[in-house]
């Protein structure tokens, strides 16, 4: 069969450049072009964004089949950071909520686990009944969530406005000890901790899905490094836009932290609807559970380094109801995966996790 040429594999990624290009040559006009105009602009943009990230996941999944796992799922979670770390510190360049990092990694953690787990579960419960993983992953996974939130989203309540600075440095030393000793782990000593050993016929073929892995692994990386800077442009657009178009509209404070959330999840749920319903849990764990460690432990740091740069903290305690969520979703999934097998039901109890999340952001809680 003939390769697909440079055009038609890298379409979404074109059509985000040409999307981009438009919007900045006609930004003003479409800012003042009335909310419905913008609006409808700022969600075009959405979406663009999404078939962006969904190319630069694409190659992210062939660098994962190149090399395996873990690696394969370290890979595919940190470009799904990496993209939410741009938009996020491009849209807080403008006038934003002091609260958006933190709602977005808990709104990322609940479409992480309860979300992705939760219908990744369901779906692959319902067509293949208990489903294995190791339970080591999931064990490790669940405890280093709980510490990262604990230090960076709950402790901070605590903290007195005048040690801001002092507690920021703190939270950045802390987390990159855990991160550099969690990627020692999964790439060392531990390293079967994040795998399993499923039988032949329910490996599936990688190579098969991706025809790219069999090439240089030079142009992945490139697409993905043009694809970032192609998103972060594409974020700074739509930022402007939704500030335009929702302001007065009382939608919920919460709503654009969601949207960045489920800009960089995106790629993840297909990736692992995929693997849920080809029988290999153990890349659901993965990829759900790794994708909310990851975005913990990297954007904290991150954006608590442009905090102290700018002199302007955010504020990143979690609210009494942001804070019950995690515990319930984390208490849920330290059962749920604690045997080694998933089926319908557990999916069942973080999907409507999930549910519960979605209706308390419509209502504004």
Known sequence: MTKPGLFRREFFLIIALLVAVAAFAGEHAILSAGRALTLTAAFAIVATIILASTRVAHHAEVLAVKVGDPYGTMILTLSAVLVEVVVLAIMMR????????RDTIYAAVMLDINGII???????????????????????????????????????????????????????????????????????????????????????????????????????????LAGVVVIGALAELM?????????????????????????????EILTAMRAALANRMQSVVNIAMGASLSTVILTVPVMEAIALYT???????MTPVQTVMVAITLIVAAINLNDGMTNAIEGMTHFILFATFVMLTVIGL
Do not use: K
């Not at 403008?94 to 990092?101: A, F, I, K, Q, R």
């Open 311 to 317: 002199g302007q903290p955010f504020i990143m305690a």
């Open 94 to 101: 403008g006038e934003t909520s002091p609260t958006l990092v």
């Open 239 to 267: 930022a402007a836009t939704l500030n335009v178009g929702l302001e007065g509209t009382g939608a919920p404070v919460a709503l654009m932290a969601v949207i960045v959330a489920a800009i960089s999840a995106a790629p």
């Open 118 to 224: 939760g219908l990744a579960a369901l779906l692959g419960g319902l067509r293949h009944g208990e489903q294995p993983y190791n339970d080591d992953s999931s064990r490790t996974y669940s405890v280093m969530i709980l510490t990262a939130m604990g230090i960076s989203m709950i402790v901070p309540e605590f903290v007195p406005r005048a040690s801001w600075q002092a507690y920021s440095v703190f939270t950045i030393c802390a987390m990159i000890a855990l991160y550099a000793l969690f990627l020692r782990m999964q790439v060392g000593q531990h390293s079967y901790f994040f795998s399993y050993a499923y039988p032949r016929a329910a490996r599936g073929d990688g190579h098969a899905r991706h025809p790219e892995a069999d090439q240089p692994a030079l142009p992945s990386i490139l697409v993905i």
